[in-house]
T-cell receptor, first 114, second 114 residues
């Protein structure tokens, strides 16, 4: 039962254009959402987060949008740079049974072409 | 400030053996979580420890266990290894257990079971 879904395994974008990464979730108990970036041979690094009481959070080139009614969030990167090429994970904090834990999607590989 | 360190970085074991992985959190961080990353399942939560107590546990069999010491260092043990246990095991630390407490990941231990 995959509660956090990233339906696009990969995305390719030209440098300077917008990258949009999408994430859907099924658990209405999720209350805090995050995006992580992962380079090969490294652990994930935190990128940006959003509380379930907000619908947008911005940090420099990165903006996360949350649509609670659709159970959907997205990460926008503008403008995209070659150094942004990495795997991006969507994650959500919430209760699954008796556990309050962080649930990850399977990731989207973003390639930004020069 | 030193980041999260994990030892060993690479490990090869055979089926039926057991293995212990170690994680040293960032100084001052009292929470340590463990995750398993595989190509098919993505990042899956194993367990979280805070002040030497297991707070949450993921959906893994009892062969997977962990502990945390008084200095916040943590170990994870897998007994009776199976081929399917081959994965990247990631440790993450954070200051506290609120959802807004950022998790910092280590580089992981790559376990191969033959």
């Amino acid at each position: 039962d995959q509660q956090v879904k990233q339906n696009s395994p990969s995305l390719s974008v030209q440098e300077g254009r917008i990258s949009i990464l999408n994430c859907d979730y099924t658990n209405s108990m999720f209350d805090y959402f995050l995006w992580y970036k992962k380079y090969p041979a490294e652990g994930p690094t935190f990128l940006i987060s959003i509380s379930s009481i907000k619908d947008k959070n911005e940090d420099g080139r990165f903006t996360v949008f949350l649509n609670k009614s659709a159970k959907h969030l997205s990460l926008h990167i503008v403008p995209s740079q070659p150094g942004d090429s990495a795997v991006y994970f969507c994650a959500a904090w919430g209760s699954g049974g008796s556990n309050y834990k962080l649930t990850f999607g399977k990731g989207t590989l973003l390639t930004v072409n020069p | 400030k030193a980041g999260v360190t994990q030892t060993p970085r690479y490990l090869i074991k055979t089926r039926g053996q057991q293995v212990t992985l170690s994680c040293s959190p960032i100084s001052g961080h009292r929470s340590v979580s463990w995750y398993q990353q595989t190509p098919g399942q993505g990042l899956q939560f194993l367990f979280e420890y805070f002040s030497e107590t297991q707070r949450n546990k993921g959906n893994f069999p009892g062969r997977f266990s962990g502990r945390q010491f008084s200095n916040s260092r943590s170990e994870m043990n897998v007994s009776t290894l199976e081929l399917g246990d081959s994965a990247l095991y990631l440790c993450a630390s954070r200051l506290g257990v609120a959802s807004y407490n950022e998790q910092f990941f280590g580089p992981g231990t790559r376990l191969t079971v033959l």
